[in-house]
């Protein structure tokens, strides 16, 4: 038995003058154990000790700046991960997995987890289920998490070494773009719960990430799961819908956060997984501050509307093990999941907001009594929560301010270089409106916000 202690005491003495040898410490540990155990203790105590392994086999100390942004864009899944998910196929079934028996069986499940995450049924992870999921949902779960991490990285709130757990990890779409997302010399401690079936795909898709991104998988449930360390970041992708109380489970995970640390919860976009999403978040609002996107602007406010709210970025292209799946089913385009449209939700427990900036009662309308302003010109502060919805016609965004009862939709009936910021700004943007028509809108039971080429629109921020 290695005296880690001594291993952990050299290591925190030597990082101060020479980068660490295995080789060098084994000379200074009792009964001179072999190198590789030692490096195997360093590599287990990197997190900790603030250790990068290079190359060579030396450990230095990891860069303290925050990781930085990455400018992440992704076109497509990078083909090491598509590759090791038609390996697990060809493995199972042969090089024609996608014809034939084999092909019908996945193109089913495909349906069934289509209609299961509609219809908000429980899914029961098989082997079968797990590769199917892998297929349809990998690439655009791996694309999601990366946009949701900018929201950290603008503030430098993501650190370079950092320890992440990943409640029902799944297959490992989150997990990867996490990996891809952080620069090389990031230094992880990533731990993953996973109980089903999929917790053998996400560790044959883990064995293609760095030596610095060292990984654990749990196979258990959450429930059962001991909160023994905490976390920087925690991530809840995908996974609340699934879950017998999932505000729980969220609470518990808040208790687990570093004081400095991040709950970061996703969602598919669908009307009962993202309001789903928002219902948990609401809940746990006295044990945390929403940092993003979903701003509180007026203080002791809390919304109660429907909640429905969520982002879409650039597609990603269906990688080749979906486009076989595909093609092979004569329903073109059926298995093919190239939209990548996510809800999502960053908590924290340091008080700490994406943007610093609150609503002022001498200034801005407050949506919770927008019925007292239909047919005024007001002026409001509100975050902005969609990308255009109007399939033709005038641009309509869902707005909120974090009091809101009904919708609320800003809705453009002609731009101006006075309003044009509401078009370009981002989703989470906080804006200024001014002197915009407040109406309310019978058939949708909402409130619109007429901006017209009177009204103002301003990022501030």
Known sequence: MIDREAVRSNAKYLRQVRPIDPDEISEYIEGTPHPAVVRRVLREEAYDLGLFERDDGTFVPVTESPAPDPGWRPESLPDRYA????????ERDGVNWHRGESGERLREVIRRLKADYYHQNPVEYDREVALGYAIYHLPDYYAAVGYTLDDLVERSLLPRRLRVLDIGAGVGGPALGL?????????????????????????????ETRRNFRTTIHRERIEDFGFED????????????????????????????????????????????????????????DRATVYAPTLRLWPGMEPSDRGWSFDERPQIAAPAVQRRLDDAGGEPGTFRNERVKFSHVHLRTDGTRRVDVRADPSRHARMADM????????????????????????????????????????????ESGLNRELGEADYGAVLQFENVLALWNDDEGAYNLVVDAEAVVDIVG
Not at 180 to 207: G, N, Q
Not at 375 to 391: G, H, P, Y
């Open 371 to 414: 019925e007292n302003h239909v047919t005024d010109r007001i002026d409001l502060l509100a975050v902005k929560l969609s990308r255009n919805l109007a399939e033709g016609g005038n641009p309509l965004y869902k707005i909120g301010d974090g009091s809101e009862r009904l919708e609320h939709y800003a809705v453009v009936t002609r």
């Open 230 to 285: 905490t976390y920087d970041l925690i991530l809840c992708a995908n996974v609340l819908s699934e879950l017998d109380d999932p505000v729980a489970v969220v609470e518990d995970g808040l208790d687990a956060l570093a004081s400095d640390g991040t709950l970061l919860a996703l969602a598919p976009a669908d009307l009962e997984t993202s309001t789903g999403l928002r219902s948990v978040e609401r809940a746990v609002t």
């Open 83 to 90: 590759n090791r998910v038609e390996d697990l196929l060809v």
């Open 179 to 207: 990996h891809d997302y952080l620069p090389d010399d990031a230094v992880v401690d990533y731990h993953a719960v996973e109980p089903s079936a999929a917790a053998d795909v996400l560790d044959s898709l883990l064995d």
